[in-house]
């Protein structure tokens, strides 16, 4: 009874609503009368940017920015202190957002001051306001990007000769950016985990040492590893050290 209890408060939501929908209309869609029995329709190249670049906006943060490397080291290092869901998985998403935003910030900058605000001000042209938002956008994946990494994608996609790192595709400098900050963020992730693992062996031979082999060693070594990572400021740390390691220009 509960899917269709659904669909008919759906129904009667959409019938109550309609008449406000169909009112407003589309502020978009512009009618402009060429004669006497034909109308064009246009659509305003802002607004279409506009939806696009909403519809786009997951898909630019996480495969473009710093996201992905903070969004995978925060997760590994809840794994190592062994809790389970705490913190919960909105708030390391709300971390690893702001930091993004605080690292990115240069280059936002930049498009905004350089790209966005002259096009908005009709005094640069479209194609020059993608170049000029690029060039940023693209110096930051460039510096993350290990050459190693830029050549196998080169080698893949057949592509043998290119003047220099400004030259090479974007569809070829994405997935290179990507590679490389799962590489880096699984190495900053060992590096979390190993004084975490030695306290689980110390805590795991005292037990069977003392014959409590029944008892968990994840369970006694939690506190442990919470008082470590209390003392060590451990929090600052991780967060300092994420931010330091994009060598922003």
Do not use: H
């Amino acid at each position: 009874m509960k899917p269709y209890f659904r669909k008919i408060s759906s129904l009667i939501i959409l019938i109550l609503f309609a008449s406000e929908i169909s009112a407003q209309g589309l502020p978009a869609v512009v009618a402009a009368a060429e004669g006497a029995q034909s109308t064009r329709y246009s659509l305003s190249l802002e607004i279409l940017a506009l939806i696009t670049t909403i519809t786009l906006l997951p898909s630019l943060l996480l495969m473009m920015t710093s996201f992905v490397r903070i969004v995978i080291v925060m997760s590994l290092l809840r794994m190592a202190l062994g809790t389970a869901q705490t913190p919960p998985n909105m708030v390391l998403i709300g971390l690893a957002l702001f930091l993004t935003f605080f690292i990115m910030s240069p280059i936002l900058t930049d498009v905004y001051t350089n790209a966005l605000v002259p096009y908005m001000d009709q005094t640069l042209p479209f194609e020059e306001a993608m170049v000029k938002a690029e060039a940023p956008i693209r110096g930051f994946m460039l510096n993350q990007t290990r050459e190693t990494d830029i050549a196998m994608f080169m080698n893949i996609a057949r592509i043998d000769e290119f003047q220099g790192p400004e030259s090479v595709p974007f569809s070829t400098l994405v997935p290179a950016f990507i590679t490389s900050e799962l590489k880096s963020a699984f190495t900053i992730g060992f590096l979390i985990y190993v004084p975490f693992i030695v306290i689980d062996m110390v805590v795991a031979s005292v037990l069977m040492s003392m014959g409590m082999m029944m008892l968990s060693p994840m369970m006694i070594s939690m506190p442990f590893k919470l008082m470590l990572f209390v003392l060590i400021d451990g929090w600052s740390l991780i967060m300092g050290n994420l931010a330091a390691s994009f060598a922003l220009p």
